[in-house]
């Protein structure tokens, strides 16, 4: 991987909620430019806190976030960490849309970064719109832009999901588990149509899952942790089944004995 086309670098980063406990424990690695990586690892190993950090969502952290464009987001002004933020668009299990509006104005909510605070109490210019629509058009929604989201399958509410982070514009997209309430079928769907705008748009893909076999169907890279730290990191072709498999076998032990 070229050093300048390092997205984001993460060292001797660690989280504690306060309980003493470390969710994440001396982590260190990076993010490039248009490459889809994987995190794979048990219930609890720190995937989602991961993830919420690199956005700026978490306390209780020490270490160092540098990003290519923002410097360190740990210690940056609020202006730069909004940018980041709208930089580093995310996606999540539940998918976080409003029922009650339609499935365009859902999407419209990516384009309020843009915005300043006052200015998105009027309609968004017809711009914005624009790009909403061509958002949904590529997640194959087009049709359903006035329908209600919570009119929707969770498989096309996912997609609304994608077509919201599309319109943020973001160099990242950090997906949280995005498929582990849909089936097989629109499962695939979802991570192709990922798989799609990393490679197409070149924007970068972290995505957590507990499906091995997608992992390795789909990721450029595979990082595997267990109990907060990162315990292997590599192209997901090298990797062996039984490193992914004593991924989980850790945390087995450890509930056994
Ligand atoms: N808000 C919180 N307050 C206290 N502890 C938390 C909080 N969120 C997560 N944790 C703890 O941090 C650790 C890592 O949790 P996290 O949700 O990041 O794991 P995960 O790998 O995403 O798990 P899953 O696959 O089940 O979503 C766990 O021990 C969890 O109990």
């Known amino acids: 991987m070229n050093i300048e086309n390092k997205l984001l670098a993460v060292s001797n980063f660690s989280v504690s909620y306060g309980d003493g406990n470390f969710a994440i424990s001396d982590v260190n690695f990076s993010l490039f430019d248009g490459e889809f990586v994987v995190l794979l690892g048990s219930s609890g190993a720190g995937k989602s806190t991961l993830l919420r950090s690199l956005n700026g969502l978490v306390g209780g952290c020490s270490g160092s976030i540098q990003s290519r464009d923002h410097g360190e987001i740990r210690s940056c002004s609020k202006r730069l960490l909004r940018t980041h933020r ?3 668009a995310m996606v999540f299990q539940q998918h976080q849309l409003i029922d009650r509006l339609s499935v365009l104005d859902n999407v419209l909510i990516g384009r309020l970064g843009y ?7 009027l309609p968004l210019p017809e711009a914005d719109r624009r790009m909403a629509l061509s958002a949904l058009e590529r997640v194959g929604l087009l049709d359903k832009a006035m329908v209600r ?10 997609r609304v999901g994608i077509a919201r982070a599309l319109v943020q514009q973001p160099r990242i997209i950090l997906a949280d588990e995005p498929i582990a309430s849909l089936d097989p079928e629109s499962s695939v769907q979802i991570l192709s149509l990922l798989k799609d705008i990393c490679r197409r748009d070149r924007i970068a893909v972290l995505v957590s899952l507990h499906q091995v076999e997608f992992a390795r169907q789909f990721a450029d890279r595979i990082i595997g942790m267990a109990f907060g730290r990162i315990v292997c990191d590599r192209e997901s072709l090298t990797l062996e089944d039984n490193e992914i498999h004593a991924l989980y076998r850790r945390n087995l032990e450890v509930a056994v004995t």
Request: hydrophobic fraction near 20%; charged fraction near 25%; charge should be positive.
């Open 86 to 88: 709208r930089d580093t």
């Open 115 to 121: 915005h300043s605070c006052l200015r998105t109490f």
């Open 149 to 158: 989201v919570k009119d929707l399958s969770g498989g096309q509410q996912q």
